[in-house]
């Protein structure tokens, strides 16, 4: 079964740190391209961060940079995102997502439409 699975969220004080886990089952990550998103309440999912399958392009939303960052093990099969000097507004549930149709593009790599795997998500709460 091709699964994504999420985790390493939780509750984290202002200026603190988190680091997500994106592991796959069933398949291999080394071919694709794979994004995290998030989704705040009463607001719509948009791409925090993407990471080619080389490694060699990597993404960041204009919010993020400078403080979150993206890397990938294809050994462990696991994406990761490393969230430091976290703020409030960074609440929201962050999902990774990959493209195993093999039509992603850099350009593209913020739309939620450029993935078609999903992972269940995890919450990530900033707050003191």
Known sequence: QVQLVESGGG????????????AASGFT??????AWFRQAPGKE???????SSSAGSIFYADSVKGRFTISRDNVKNTVYLQMNSLKP???????????????????????AGSYDYWGQGTQVTVSS
């Open 45 to 51: 999912r948009e791409g925090v961060s993407c990471i």
């Open 89 to 111: 507004e960074d609440t929201a549930v962050y999902y990774c997502a990959t493209d195993t149709r093999l039509t992603w593009s850099g350009s593209r790599w913020h739309r």
């Open 29 to 34: 990550l080394d071919y694709y391209a794979v």
């Open 11 to 22: 509750l984290v004080q202002p200026g603190g740190s988190l680091r997500l886990s994106c």
